[in-house]
């Protein structure tokens, strides 16, 4: 197979708080259509992820997936937001804009870059996870097991596995969540635990669980890990570096790519960039929206397109 850039190889049709971004860049067809992106915190506490293609772009050539405002889980404000309170663990959602040599993605919440203190966590605070993305029109799992998944580390305050921050290729993944006061088998028991336990707790607080384009299918592998554990990047290949650009606060660089910091009402906005150029790797097969062997992961995202209360 010939080799060239990895985004113009891997075209697929289909895996915050980060952004990608270069200045000045219009419009670009898309290399990514299909690809799924998904972050999880360390404890699981919330979960989101978007779809490239499932959704339209705005004029600015943004992509926006909306999270549910009332599905951040946390014993210290149980669900969404506590009054007088603002909930660390609730993810607004993300967004992602393309061009010919870069991917801009932001996602957008509660949760500070450094993380939140929690006792009892290792390292006594919860943050986030790794940004994962899927080129490979498979499973999450499927894609790990044949070494197409991809992952970003971009919070050097978790517990990943790699400690460079910047975009690993070949990533395998692993949970956090057991040192991270998260949802287990082994903390909540049998099936009562993981992502089953997570959902019971904020639909019984009155929550509404969401999962931004994707749903609980995409994060379980169809229900093969219930315990919702693969949040964090234990091994890969580092490709490169990204460059943040807002580290909380939406910044006037961020504005500058027509991104609309109206869309999400998070408090936290976390942004950096890498760029296409550079990132090689070997042609696979195109892939269908089918092909994932989950038609159904962006159903329930595809009726959330509006912002939750």
């Known amino acids: 197979m010939k080799t060239q850039s990895l985004f113009n190889l891997l075209k697929v049709g289909i895996t915050t708080f980060g952004i990608f971004f270069v200045a000045g860049q219009g419009a670009y067809a898309s290399d990514l259509k299909g690809t799924a992106f998904s972050i999880s915190l360390e404890c699981m506490n919330d ?37 007088g309170k603002v909930n660390p663990y609730d993810i607004s959602g993300m967004a992602i804009k393309e061009t010919a040599t870069s991917i801009i993605v932001a996602i957008n919440g509660n949760m500070k870059l450094t993380g939140e203190a929690e006792q009892g966590a290792v390292g006594g605070q919860i943050g986030y996870g790794d940004l994962f993305f899927n080129m490979a029109g498979k499973t999450f799992d499927n894609a790990m097991s044949s070494g197409d998944l991809f992952g970003i580390h971009f919070a050097s305050a978790n517990a990943s596995g790699v400690q460079q921050l910047g975009v690993y290729s070949g990533v395998q993944a692993k949970t956090v969540t057991n040192i991270k006061e998260g949802y287990t088998v082994a903390t909540y028991g049998g099936l009562a635990g993981g992502g089953n336990s997570y959902e019971s707790q904020v639909k019984q607080g009155g929550g509404i669980v969401g999962y931004g384009d994707l749903t609980s299918s995409y994060f379980t592998n169809n229900g093969k890990d219930n315990t919702f554990n693969l949040n964090v990047i234990d091994s890969g290949k580092y490709l490169s570096g990204i460059s943040f650009l807002a580290q909380g606060n939406v910044t006037q660089q961020l504005l500058t790519t027509g991104y609309d910091a109206s869309k999400f009402n998070g408090t936290q906005t976390i942004a950096f960039e890498f760029k296409k150029s550079g990132v090689v790797q070997s042609t696979p097969e195109p892939a269908s929206l089918a092909g994932l062997g989950i038609v159904g992961l962006a159903l329930a995202g595809s009726k959330r397109r509006k912002k939750l209360a």
């Open 47 to 83: 979960t989101t992820g978007l779809l490239m293609g499932q959704n339209s772009t705005d004029a600015n050539s943004w992509q926006y997936a909306f999270d549910s405002n009332k599905d951040g889980m946390n014993g210290n404000y149980w669900v969404g937001a506590a009054p």
